[in-house]
């Protein structure tokens, strides 16, 4: 396969506006050669609904480097270190240098989240109503919004920050994870928006200078919203607290802004790779030197299981470590909710059927295809249940295979190496049908939405491209 194959395959089915993220993503994401031959072999479809607007071959060109800039730069890079034609500021692009804080302003503020407010529960209201006197009067302040699975804290925020955006200032929403970034509308992992790097220590700081575009969209920023902090390592919050010390110039927490954190430490803590108990605990906000600063807004009203009060005290009784164990980590769940484990497949092809029933007939539907799933604890159990799924999915079936190289003396292991399905890297046989859903494995532009762990409808397929 070849990176040309691919984008003459996604013009064929793509508007131009697609396949100029889809270059935008080659250069980002794949190793490439010969860049500027595969830009100009590509351009003509990649500015063909710009011709309805402009006929001046030069121009079109610029507006296509234009967008491609763009998209790179909201992808954290930068269009001159790939050797693409220079731009010309031809529409006296002043703003360019805070694309940060106009990309923030755009967000658009959606009626149906300003409408939350009216329907707050009294304690939602009570931690609305406090955290708004704050940035209405620039009082600084860290909040944190505990609540258990389902009380509402990404309901509040919605409210939140729709209100504060509707009044004109800036509300930054960011997250631990790409796919909850989804969830709030202008929403981004906190690693990205705030350039937190990777690798942490005590004295690590955010990797943007006091000049750039970050640094001006936080210095404008009335309220920062930071979502499932509680899987965040607590050096990832103090560095940002570092850099906001250094470009606001001011002791305070978070520079003298008002921070609003939220997560919940009964759900799945962050990751530390081969970590005990103790290690992942000493890891988390609640062993940081902030936690006794925050001011915590507690929610306990289940909002998501009020048709069911049994089972949502039955959750807040494991996640608070009450409810009786078998050993230490087990505890019994309720009979109606398990299918007994059988060694044959009835079983597991009883769970397919009673949380996917009539798949046949709802296959098309991207209702009823969103709104279920079967999780799985093992890689390998996974794969087997994406097997079944696929081969009961209806259509015909398309065979993708990786393409991976290898560096050291493995050729003889290739197709060892292959079987394994290792964390976080894709299988290497991939089978698709039209309709069924996939799960994005990389943050390709968070702002449209599209990073790791959202879930996307194959619509149709080449060998080289998907459209999804
Ligand atoms: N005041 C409210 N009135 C009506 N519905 C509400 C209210 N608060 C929350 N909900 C609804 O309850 C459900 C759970 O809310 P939400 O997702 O905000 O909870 P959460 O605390 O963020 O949950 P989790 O920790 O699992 O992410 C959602 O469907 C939301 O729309």
Redesign the pocket.
Known sequence: MTLDDCLTEAATFQMPCDLRRLFATILVLCEKTQIRQLCDKHLASMCEDYHRTQSNEVALEQMVFRDIRDLLQSMGKDIKSYGLPDLVDIYGDSDVEYKEVTEERQVEVDQEHLDIFS???TE?LAGFNDIMDHVTNQKSQIFFVD?P???????LYKALLAKVRSMGPIAIATTTLGITASIMPGGRTAHSRYKIPIKLTHNSMCSFTKQSGTAELLKQASLLIWYEVAMTKSLAVQTLDGSLHDIMECALPFGGKVAVFGG?FR?VLLVVTRGTRAQITHATLLRSYLWEMICKIRLMRN??AQTKPWFSKYLLRISNGTEKTIGDDYVCLPEDIVITYTKDEKQVNKLIEDVFPSLHTNAMSREYMSTRAILSTKNEHVDDLNDKMISRFPGEEKVYHSFDSIEDDFENNIDFLNSNTPNGLPPHVLKVKINCPIIMLRNLDPHNGLCNGTWLMMRAFQDNAIDA
Do not use: A, E
């Not at 699975?149 to 309901?155: E, S």
């Open positions: 329907r707050l529960s939602q609540g699975g389902g009380t509402g804290k990404t309901y919940d759900q909002m998501r």
